[in-house]
């Protein structure tokens, strides 16, 4: 089955600083990576993602990337604000028949101090 | 348009007993989804229903686990009897197609003593 390693743990930036956030997997039948935003006491919120036929994708501070023979894939946030303080998780999927769960990585703990 | 709901927030119980959590998807939304997060771990799949059908349910860890969807509405996820291990928090989430935007619910977290 599909393995999400995920690294960070924890990352700290300085606001206006930029953060990435790398993630990999295993399985070469992965075709969909969502990240998903969880803010403290709040559901997780899926913020990007990317399908395998594309290799990047941005929205407005919030980019991503994907490298499909490497088999890993990043977040990037630039100029880091507060508010981006959360756990942000990435995950993989098959998207093709009818399999459709979410395999994630550990999480990486966001802290953007002032 | 309201979320997806679960209910409760938060249940402590002791091992041995029973506790059943409560999911109510996005109206009109097929797919439903439960995953676990233990121990400041990944969020792991634990199945998936289209309708009121198991269409995945791979990732139910043993058969103290039982999720029902009668009628492809609510869903409920019952654990009995509840072991330690168990702790973590319950995400419920939804799609409206197989494959599409999973939408989650804020989760319960549980505590076995």
């Known amino acids: 089955g599909e393995n999400v390693e995920q690294h960070p743990s924890t990352l700290s930036v300085q606001e206006g600083d930029s953060a990435v956030i790398k993630c990999t997997y295993s399985d070469s039948a992965s075709n969909y990576f969502p990240w998903y935003k969880q803010e403290l006491g709040k559901r997780p919120q899926l913020i990007i993602d990317i399908r395998s036929n594309v290799g990047e994708k941005k929205d407005q501070r919030i980019a991503v990337t994907l490298n499909k023979t490497a088999k890993h894939f990043s977040l990037h946030i630039t100029e880091t604000q507060p508010e981006d303080s959360a756990v942000y998780f990435c995950?993989?999927?098959?998207?093709?028949?009818?399999?459709?769960?979410?395999?994630f990585g550990t999480g990486t703990r966001l802290q953007v101090t002032l | 348009e309201a979320g997806v709901t679960q209910f409760p927030s938060h249940s402590v119980i002791e091992k041995g007993q029973t506790v059943t959590l409560r999911c109510d998807p996005i109206?009109?939304?097929?797919?439903l989804y439960w995953y676990r997060r233990v121990m400041g771990k990944e969020i792991k799949f634990l199945l998936h229903?289209?309708?009121?059908?198991?269409?995945?349910e791979s990732g139910m860890p043993n058969n103290r686990f039982l999720a029902e969807r009668t009628g492809g509405t609510y869903s409920t996820l019952k654990v009995q009897p509840a072991e330690l291990e168990d702790s973590g928090v319950y995400f419920c989430a939804s799609s409206q197609w197989t494959g599409g935007e999973q939408f989650f619910g804020p989760g319960t977290r549980l505590t076995v003593l």
């Open positions: 229903f289209v309708k009121e059908s198991k269409q995945d």
């Open positions: 995950a993989g999927r098959d998207n093709t028949g009818t399999a459709s769960k979410l395999t």
């Open positions: 109206s009109g939304h097929d797919n």
